[in-house]
């Protein structure tokens, strides 16, 4: 059974930073892209980052780009985001995912275990 962890969000002030973890168990990590979504209330879950199997390529949605980084260990099954720059519009629950696909995996569909998302608020 695939299960995914995630770790690392609270509270902080606009302009700080926060890195979530996600461990990851129950597949060959490796084999598989990565990415990391968040849902604000009242909208649609949306892609911020995703990363290949290697760790070789990533993608960044528009607005998190130059202020987060996705990166992975597969040595330890875990899978990161680092947030800097935090803005208020970064609030949101991130859940992190593992897709069906190696690379190239740019919409929810193509993901198909989720962890269980931890809350990221950020202040202003």
């Known amino acids: 059974q695939v299960q995914l962890v995630e770790s690392g969000g609270g509270l902080v002030q606009a302009g700080g930073s926060l890195r979530l973890s996600c461990a990851a168990s129950g597949r060959t990590f490796s084999s598989y892209a990565m990415g990391w979504f968040r849902q604000a209330p009242g909208k649609g879950r949306e892609l911020v980052a995703t990363?290949?199997?290697?760790?070789?390529?990533?993608y960044y949605q528009d607005s998190v780009k130059g202020r987060f980084t996705i990166s992975r260990d597969n040595a330890k099954n875990t899978v990161y985001l680092q947030m800097n720059s935090l803005k208020p519009e970064d609030t949101a629950v991130y859940f992190c995912?593992?897709?069906?696909?190696?690379?190239?995996?740019?919409?929810?569909?193509?993901?198909?275990?989720w962890g269980q998302g931890t809350q990221v608020t950020v202040s202003s």
């Open positions: 990363i290949s199997g290697s760790g070789r390529a990533t």
């Open positions: 995912a593992t897709s069906q696909l190696f690379s190239g995996a740019y919409s929810a569909q193509q993901y198909d275990y």
